[in-house]
């Protein structure tokens, strides 16, 4: 690790990159759990006003967590009903309805065909100027390029058409900071570029652009999107994202007029990171600020096991700051932090079981990290410890002479990463 000390100095100024994720959620069909009274009147109720039996749909793709949603969408502190559902008669796609329990019964609001057959986003949100939560629906079409976004608006003193944009992904937040959320959707554009676009919702009853950034790079996959704050208190939006080698990159802007401006101390960070999996960007140290993993260098490879030393930069600094310096284990995905006074004059050494970091000057094992098949977490000895990191147990042994702020150091930042 004698590199990484010289290496240190110079890479301060320097930023480095990082990488919407979708995990599956998916309920067989073939198996389909019962239902409660509630849920069995629901569905009774689309039945009888369709004439026909109908089966929910059970997401595939993290759209939304079951096909019937109970949320109380206009603050009366009743839920009403929001269902995904397949009718035989009416088409392939998805079908939703809005439903509300009014009279002692379940009664329909609305029923309409969806745009595709899958849903790969859903939420509710409070849009400024309108009664109640409206729902948002990110549909997945078929033989068609380019998703769905769609609002149906659930407020029934306002004459609003629901609103429908083509997109790729769907992201939410506050980036107006309004107090109200917006809606972030991407796009493929010429060259295969991907255009951001920031929509708000006006004064019209419509959503507009308040804000396009195109990102630099062609051919190009977004793995997450995030907001932070920045270091004048603005809010940014992240955007992550990587070619089809594996090198990651990282952009990040503030709305300034119709367009979303760089806020990062450098136009564009990247670096290659040669693994299937994506290290995104993330507040590492918990200061409401996203820092960017940046690869300082790699040691000890051996087959699919590498030790690499990265530093997280909050490169929305002038000049850029690290925040936290440690070892990237890409066998198991998991970070370990390392005191300040590590980082110079030691190396790491690892066989199949562990891995360690070792003093160049006189072969002080300052630290011991090592997988654990069972146990629990605690103090297992004067200087060992199994913690939960993720969904595992690892074992970290200290060196009796290593300080007790050096261990709270390193103890309270392993990190797992998917």
């Not at 290496?7 to 320097?14: D, E, P, Q, S, W």
């Not at 590492?284 to 600020?289: F, H, L, M, S, W």
Request: glycine share 6%.
């Amino acid at each position: 690790m004698k590199r990484l000390a010289a290496i240190i100095l110079t890479v301060v100024m320097l930023c480095g990159c990082s990488s919407i994720g979708v995990s599956n959620n998916i309920t067989g069909l073939l198996s389909s759990p019962k239902h409660s009274q509630t849920e069995s009147l629901i569905v009774q109720t689309i039945g009888d006003y369709l004439g026909e039996n109908i089966t929910l749909k059970y997401s595939q793709t993290q759209g939304y967590s079951a096909p019937i949603q109970l949320i109380d969408m206009d603050g009366d502190k009743t839920e009403e009903a929001l269902v995904f559902y397949y009718a035989p008669n009416k088409g392939t796609n998805i079908r939703f309805a809005f439903l509300k329990y009014t009279d002692e019964k379940w009664n329909i609001v609305f029923d309409k065909e969806g745009l595709g057959t899958e849903v790969f986003f859903f939420d509710t949100i409070v849009l400024e100027g309108v009664n109640g939560k409206q729902i948002l629906v990110g549909y997945l079409p078929t033989n068609i390029n380019g998703n769905f976004f769609v609002t149906y608006f659930t407020d029934a003193t306002l004459q609003i058409e629901d609103y429908m944009e083509v997109c790729e992904e769907i992201f939410v937040a506050d980036i107006t900071a309004d107090g109200y959320d917006d809606v972030i959707v991407t796009n493929i554009i010429n060259n295969n570029r991907i255009r951001i676009k920031v929509l708000t919702f006006g004064a019209e009853n419509t959503f507009k652009a308040a804000g396009t950034k195109v990102l630099k790079r062609s051919d190009v996959q977004i793995t997450q999107m995030a907001v932070s704050s920045t270091y004048d208190g603005r809010t940014a939006l992240y955007t992550d994202y990587a070619d089809s080698y594996n090198k990651l990159y990282t952009e990040a802007g503030v709305l300034q007029g119709a367009t979303i401006v760089n806020c990062l101390s450098e136009d564009t960070i990247s670096r290659v990171w040669e693994y299937p999996y994506k290290l995104n960007s993330c507040d590492i140290d918990g200061d409401g600020v996203q820092d960017i993993p940046v690869v300082i260098e790699a040691e000890q490879e051996q087959a699919s096991k590498t030790l690499r030393y990265i530093e997280w930069t909050d490169c929305a600094q002038k000049p850029a700051q690290v925040k936290m310096a440690g070892i990237y284990d890409t066998s198991e995905n998991i970070f370990v932090a390392l005191p300040q006074e590590w980082h110079t004059e030691t190396h790491t050494e690892y066989n199949t079981d562990y891995w360690q970091l070792v003093s160049d000057t006189d072969g002080t094992v300052f630290i011991r990290v090592s997988k654990q098949e069972k146990g629990s977490a605690g103090k297992t000895g004067d200087y060992s410890y199994n913690i939960n990191v993720g969904t595992e147990i690892w074992n970290v042994k200290f060196h009796e002479s290593v300080q007790p702020h050096h261990t709270e150091f390193v103890l309270n930042n392993i990190k797992a990463f998917e």
